[in-house]
T-cell receptor, first 118, second 114 residues
Framework: AQKITQTQPGMFVQEKEAVTLDCTYD???????LFWYKQPSSGEMIFLIY??????QNATEGRYSLNFQKARKSANLVISASQLGDSAMYFC???????????????FGKGTKLSVKP | GAGVSQTPSNKVTEKGKYVELRCDPI?????LYWYRQSLGQGPEFLIY????????DSGLPNDRFFAVRPEGSVSTLKIQRTERGDSAVYLC????????????FGPGTRLTVL
């Protein structure tokens, strides 16, 4: 069974509008961390935002926020005020086990290609 | 400061040949990860090192794949008897710990096996 599911292969958004990229996850571990990465056409993975499973508040980083719904096992990324430079692949990822001592591997979804229209 | 670097950026080889891919992590990062990304897919975990030792190599697809990190810094991913199915982008990442422990990725090595 897939551990990370991203159901939107591609999304379009008008410049300056907000967009939500969906991510659901599956784990039986009570401790886990959720990540979003951006991969532009250059290929490098850029870390955007992190949410820990015990975090009480939704994570925010500038124009990025994470809509974390633990009971539904979803961790959607919201990008506000889209810019042309936001056009890229976006990957949701999970690491099971969290905290300072956790250095396990990330499990990635298949990604969503976001295109921002001028 | 310098990010994660990977060399070569591109490698073309023939089926059956041996290749080495190098990763230079961010200075001071104790953990180092290798992933493989096929076209249209997310990265898939191969192996990760904590210091010099392989803490988890469960993602290596078979015994043709091997990785080392002898001094706890630079790592080399080695692929023997390459097959066309090994063609992919090989990504390296490093991390230093902390509660987020986010991984910082290099630009990748695109391997093409003819």
């Amino acid at each position: 069974a897939q551990k990370i599911t991203q159901t939107q292969p591609g999304m379009f958004v008008q410049e300056k509008e907000a967009v939500t990229l969906d991510c659901t996850y599956d784990t039986s571990d009570p401790s886990y961390g959720l990540f979003w990465y951006k991969q532009p056409s250059s290929g490098e993975m850029i870390f955007l935002i992190y949410q820990g499973s015990y975090d009480q508040q939704n994570a925010t980083e500038g124009r990025y926020s994470l809509n974390f719904q633990k009971a539904r096992k979803s961790a959607n990324l919201v990008i506000s005020a889209s810019q042309l430079g936001d056009s890229a692949m976006y990957f949701c990822a999970m690491r099971e086990g969290q905290g300072g001592g956790s250095q396990g591997n990330l499990i990635f979804g298949k990604g969503t290609k976001l295109s921002v229209k001028p | 400061g310098a990010g994660v670097s990977q060399t070569p950026s591109n490698k073309v080889t023939e089926k059956g040949k041996y290749v080495e891919l190098r990763c230079d992590p961010i200075s001071g990062h104790t953990a180092l990860y290798w992933y493989r990304q096929s076209l249209g897919q997310g990265p898939e975990f191969l192996i990760y090192f904590q210091g010099t030792g392989a803490a988890d190599d469960s993602g290596l697809p078979n015994d043709r794949f091997f990785a080392v990190r002898p001094e706890g810094s630079v790592s080399t991913l080695k692929i023997q008897r390459t097959e066309r199915g090994d063609s992919a982008v090989y990504l390296c990442a490093s991390s230093f710990g902390g509660s987020k422990n986010e991984q910082f990725f290099g630009p990748g090595t695109r391997l093409t096996v003819l």
